[in-house]
């Protein structure tokens, strides 16, 4: 079992910044990769970033490329997502997820979820 807790969403005005963290407990070395996804009301779930836990080898989607930074801290088990130059497009709730196996870009391949963490941007 794998428990995962994010926070850090809010309201942001256009161009601002937010770190997202996930605070993950459990059978957590038994993870290699944990990646961040986002839904926007209407709207399928999408990928957003992902990393490896040992050799932190990062991933993003074309959309938050050199605007979103994936980090984290092995020794306090979490994962952070930094969000640079928001748009009103990013507004969504953000999920921590935990891979399972399969393609990192793919929901389906992610078996443990956060509860989410609501972004805002405000134009």
């Known amino acids: 079992q794998v428990q995962l807790v994010e926070s850090g969403g809010g309201l942001v005005q256009a161009g601002g910044s937010l770190r997202l963290s996930c605070a993950a407990s459990?059978?957590?070395?038994?993870?290699?990769?944990m990646g961040w996804f986002r839904q926007a009301p209407g709207k399928e779930r999408e990928f957003v970033a992902a990393i490896s836990w040992r050799v932190g080898s990062t991933y993003y989607a074309d959309s938050v490329k050199g605007r979103f930074t994936i980090s984290r801290d092995n020794a306090k088990n979490t994962v952070y997502l930094q969000m640079n130059s928001l748009k009103p497009e990013d507004t969504a709730v953000y999920y921590c997820?935990?891979?399972?196996?399969?393609?990192?870009?793919?929901?389906?391949?992610?078996?443990?979820w956060g509860q989410g963490t609501q972004v805002t941007v405000s134009s």
């Open positions: 459990g059978r957590t070395f038994s993870r290699y990769y």
């Open positions: 997820a935990a891979h399972s196996s399969g393609s990192l870009y793919n929901s389906l391949s992610y078996d443990y």
